[in-house]
């Protein structure tokens, strides 16, 4: 039988799922995600601009974190997330401010009998209003709520706060190269894509000299671009950045004359 302690802990969760289900929840008005040779981040906003929440993966996708704030910018809460050795993984709920409403966390190792899986809710101002933890050994939900703290006996496991597992990194020089082809003088700036790191060059005309850089690049990895050219002014609708030579180690960019109806430099 179970006693009146535990059956009280059970009607409570109950309860509290019951009214999450119920709170509405809506798809992020804006988010945006930027990919570099490093891996990706996908930020969303709340309507005031600050970040509401982030996830940061690496370039195989395997270690990744999570992160939400609220419209202060505060940060709420972390959670390491994983493809590998298991998964950690996190869903997400929002209001249609843009601030987090609900958050479900599990977090399980590949072939272990240990797991976590918490659930979070938040106000529309993003303040914490209950935590759900799913991973009771005994097989009982905990319900907690900020002002009212009714079960704690001790402090839960935060697999979130693991640091993924570092491996030795090995990068080597990759060269850049870009050529003026046209006859005109060109200004445009030159983005590396893995820190967003500009820098305004002007090539003069006919230049087969050019512009060349060198980035120090993971080893083995492999990606449709590591720099952008943006060409500034009205040139940017007569002439173009346009790659004609990449392999392991280099990229040959030159500036050549927009053509429409063929795929040739002019």
């Avoid at 982030?54 to 195989?60: I, K, N, P």
């Avoid at 190792?109 to 914490?128: A, F, L, M, R, V």
């Avoid at 060059?201 to 990606?223: C, I, K, P």
């Amino acid at each position: 039988m179970f006693d009146n302690q535990k059956i009280s802990c059970v009607a409570l969760v109950l309860i509290a799922l019951t009214f999450g289900l119920s709170t509405i929840a809506f798809a992020q008005y804006k988010c945006e995600k930027v990919n570099s040779v490093e891996g990706s981040i996908t930020e969303c906003y709340h309507t005031n601009g600050v970040v509401s929440t982030s996830e940061l993966w690496d370039l195989e996708r395997n270690w990744g974190r999570f992160k939400a704030y609220n419209h202060e910018g505060v940060l709420l809460v972390e959670f390491e997330l994983r493809r590998i050795a298991g998964h950690a993984r996190v869903e997400v709920s929002y209001y249609a401010n843009g601030q987090v409403s609900r958050l479900e966390y599990s977090s399980a190792p590949d072939g272990g009998i240990q797991y976590w899986e918490y659930i979070y809710t938040y106000s529309e101002e993003g303040k914490e209003t209950s935590r759900i933890d799913l991973s009771r050994p005994d097989g009982f939900p905990r319900l907690t709520e900020p002002d009212r703290p009714i079960l704690e006996e001790q402090e839960p496991p935060k697999p979130w706060l693991a640091q993924p597992q570092k491996f030795a990194e090995k990068k080597e020089p990759y060269l850049i190269r870009l050529m003026n082809l046209s006859n005109r003088t060109i200004n445009l700036k030159y983005i590396v894509l893995a820190d967003s790191t500009t820098e305004d060059l002007m090539l003069e005309a006919s230049n087969e000299q050019g512009f060349t850089d060198t980035l120090m690049v993971r080893q083995g990895v492999v990606a449709d671009r590591f720099v952008a050219f943006e060409i500034q002014g009205r040139m940017s609708k007569r002439f173009e950045v346009r790659e004609i030579l990449s392999n392991d180690i280099t990229r040959i960019y030159a500036i050549v004359r927009r053509n429409k109806h063929a795929n040739q430099a002019g």
